[in-house]
């Protein structure tokens, strides 16, 4: 089949034409402007607090890096079911007596407006044995047997933030608890009291208080000054969900307190802009920021920590998944980064550890 | 002048259909479907036997099988084995023997060539063994070196067909193999390194601590991409190797076909496709931004530009899957009207049928592959399946004739002349 040079280079501009019109129809502002509606402006008001004050009973979610990421290669990579993994409970040099778990869990005091204070606990770490020893510490166990904490939350259903359930359940079996959607049946048949042999899991105290599953894409209340937010979040060891808490405190502003943030804390921040009231202020940020907790990195990375002065956070405590990598590259680009001191197995003083704590108002 | 046979053996077979459609164009997807299976399972599925899908490292395996079949059958030719060989043996056979030295090769140059020899004398994020050397955890240092080895075939399963598909081998169709197929080889080749220097190599600029600024350029897509991955240049490359395909199996080498000097054609044809592919690019981009709302800087996951752009050529990929399954087992229909109502008919079956195999993947890709479910997950990436399909279908098309839906009864005996044309 022949073609004149005239009928080709016709074809050329009218192919020619109608691809630049589509490319540039497609990436244009005016398109995007008719098209994609503008963004919300935070209109949901969760009332307001006096302080909040952050205790963190254990960041270390694990003592031997290298080990937890050689158990989940093992296993077949980071898409394998969690409660199949094989954790390394034995024989680690680092570990908490030869086991290489550890977990994560924060304490929160809210203190409100009229000055009653409430108490919540941020997950509930993994090894049994650990976190016993860090709820003694910071007198979480009195605290759970005297009914003086009102809630758990639990930010997501990864190992660390919720395989050690049974140190809590034993010493208040009843305690409210708070989960994302997401949860999958092995988690519920965990609080009810089930085991998982190959994950050396286990909980011997069946939670027999009231749970709540939240729902993503709305703000919950919680307290007076005190809201969760939960995202659908896929995350690795095929678990999914995850939620975090947004404190509105007098004078300062919101705080946003996470677990591990995987939905990324840039995106949790862009959530509470879009539908707190006051979410233009973003006074303060605590907790794991999940951006390198193996010391790992991507580019992406760095997109973060170029993009986080903008929001015009004034205080960031952060540690756990943040990584200790990632808070120096934070403190390089000039973020306030609240540093710790380093105690209880906490590796670094780069961010805040074990028994540190942090005030907001 | 040259055989067509010698010159693309694949082109010369004449296929005799054995079963009617649509049965026939069911039973090969079928085909397709459980070799596929069989190979995910074995090697990939995170529930399966080696559980290479970590992601990358599994990844990588993929997108170098794909290279080599391309090599294989576009490039060589089928050289070293004869073209007797080919044309005698039962499809059966050489389908299993071909995709064992495919395997074989791919073995060979990801072992071989990148872990100890490139990976060990000039780019130590090349080798897993240098990168835990200095101190990296063995997983990531997998994962890292993975990465860097499976762009390197990405960029070269977009740059080496462009030889034959836009070229018609020009200047090299007169030559035999394999003389003809190392020169291909050489010079995508050398195109596919060059251009993983300048699109992926300043990643790694990035990806280190500290910065490796003296090694490295820093990515240069920064400041107009709102990103530092090379996962932009991921996004549109896909789009290229998913135009350079579409040119092939669905617009049938139109319209560059007409244009007769086949250097001319070439070079109109490789710039065509670059812009076809920035055309996919952008309007991928651009329907993730109504779907999700647009892309914010430092976000993660859903929001994260560098995943946009990584989930646009995914969705290139999700394009391609139902127009080569078109063509290979639905007879490339419609055929009855000209030139461009036949391809326009055929975009509007594939966009469809994108639409329909997008919302079938996120649905049922769990229970049957073993990811997880959701959109964006920064240890899945759907284009792993999915390219695996894509050479399954190339495998059963390519090295089993379409078996046992078709057979090929013989090849056509013609010459070509030196500019290529059939001699009639």
């Known amino acids: 089949m022949g073609v004149s040079r005239r009928g080709f280079l016709k074809g050329l501009a009218l192919g020619g034409t109608t691809g630049y019109l589509a490319m540039a129809g497609a990436s244009s502002t005016v398109l995007k402007d008719v098209f994609i509606p503008p963004a919300a402006v935070g209109d949901f008001d969760i009332g307001t607090c006096k302080s909040v004050k952050c205790t963190v009973v254990s960041e270390t979610s694990w003592f031997n890096n290298k080990r937890v990421v050689q158990d989940m290669k093992d296993a077949g990579g980071l898409l394998v079911n969690q409660y199949i993994i094989p954790w390394s409970n034995t024989g680690v040099k680092e570990g908490y007596n030869g086991n290489n778990a550890g977990g994560y869990s924060a304490l929160i005091d809210l203190e409100l407006l009229d000055g009653s204070k409430k108490k919540i606990l941020l997950d509930c770490g993994w090894n049994t044995e650990w976190m016993d020893e860090c709820f003694k510490r910071e007198g979480v166990d009195k605290m759970l047997k005297n009914k003086e904490i009102d809630v758990l939350v639990l930010s997501h259903e990864h190992f660390d933030h919720f395989f050690g359930v049974e140190s809590v359940l034993k010493n208040c079996p009843d305690i409210p608890i708070i989960v994302p959607k997401g949860f999958y049946k092995e988690g519920f048949d965990l609080l009810k009291g089930a085991s998982f042999p190959v994950a050396h899991l286990k909980n011997d105290y069946p939670h027999t208080g009231p749970l709540e599953v939240r729902e993503s894409g709305k703000v919950h209340p919680l307290f007076p000054g005190c809201a969760t937010i939960s995202f659908d979040s896929a995350i690795i060891c095929r678990v999914l969900g995850e939620q975090g808490l947004v404190f509105n405190v007098k004078d300062k502003g919101l705080v946003a307190i996470t677990g591990c943030c995987h939905m990324g804390i840039i995106s949790f921040l862009e959530e509470i802009k879009h539908r707190v009231k006051g979410g233009d202020k973003i006074y303060g940020i605590q907790g794991g920021l999940h951006i390198s907790p193996f010391e790992d990195w991507d580019p992406q990375y760095d997109d973060l920590i170029q993009a986080l002065p903008s929001y015009g956070v004034e205080v960031l405590g952060c540690n756990h998944c943040t990584g200790y990598l990632t808070a120096e590259k934070m403190i390089l680009a000039g973020l306030p980064v609240v540093q710790g001191t380093a105690r209880f197995r906490s590796k670094k003083k780069l961010f805040l550890g074990n028994g540190d704590q942090i005030v907001f108002g | ?424």
Not at chain 2, 44 to 65: A, V
Not at chain 2, 115 to 134: Q, R
Not at chain 2, 307 to 331: C, V
């Open chain 2, 1 to 424: 002048m040259i055989s067509l046979k010698n010159e693309m053996w694949l082109e010369s077979r004449i296929m005799e259909n054995k079963i009617a459609q649509p049965l026939r164009g069911i039973i090969g997807v079928l085909f397709s479907s459980i070799i596929f299976y069989i190979l995910w399972w074995i090697f990939m599925d995170p529930r399966g036997i080696l559980k290479w899908y970590t992601p990358q490292y599994g990844y990588m395996y993929i997108r170098w099988i794909l290279i080599v079949v391309i090599w294989q059958a576009y490039v060589f030719n089928f050289w070293p084995f004869s073209l007797k060989w080919r044309e005698n043996t039962h499809p059966v056979i050489t389908g299993a023997v071909l995709m064992f030295v495919n395997f074989a090769v791919v073995g060979a140059v990801i072992w071989g060539f990148f872990y100890h020899f490139l990976g060990i004398y000039s780019i130590p994020y090349l080798s897993v063994d240098k990168l835990v050397g200095k101190g990296m955890t063995e997983f990531f240092a997998r994962e890292y070196s993975s990465l860097a080895i499976l762009m390197f075939a990405a960029i070269a399963s977009w740059l080496s067909p462009i030889v034959t598909v836009c070229f018609a081998n020009h200047p090299w169709q007169n030559l035999k193999q394999p003389e003809r197929g190392i020169t291909i080889f050489c010079v995508t080749a050398l195109l596919s390194i060059l251009a993983f220097l300048c699109l992926m190599h300043p990643h790694y600029h990035v990806l280190f601590w500290p910065w490796q600024e003296y090694a490295a350029a820093y990515p240069w897509w920064a400041n107009f991409a709102h990103t530092l991955s090379g996962n932009f240049n991921v996004g549109w490359v896909m789009c290229g190797t998913v135009s350079i395909w579409m040119l092939e199996v669905t617009f049938d080498r139109y319209p560059y076909i007409l244009i007769k000097n086949k250097i001319r054609r070439g070079v109109v044809g490789f710039i065509g496709v670059l812009l076809f592919a920035i055309l996919l690019f952008v309007t991928f981009n651009f329907i993730q931004d109504l779907a999700w709302g647009p892309a914010i800087d430092g976000a993660k996951r859903i929001l994260a530009p560098d995943w946009r752009y990584q989930h646009s050529g995914e969705l290139a990929i999700m394009m391609l899957i139902p127009a080569m399954i078109l063509n290979f087992y639905f007879d490339n229909g419609p055929k009855k009207y000209s030139a461009p109502v036949n391809i326009a008919l055929r975009m509007i079956i594939i966009i469809v049928s994108t639409m329909v195999f997008h919302w079938l993947y996120y649905k049922f890709s769990p229970s049957i592959l073993g990811t997880q479910a959701a959109y964006s997950h920064p240890q899945q990436f759907p284009m792993a399946p999915g390219i695996l399909f894509i050479c399954v279908m190339l495998f059963h098309n390519w090295f089993m004739d379409l078996w046992p839906g078709k057979k090929r009864t013989g090849n056509r005996d013609v010459m070509l002349d030196d500019d290529g044309e059939e001699i009639l």
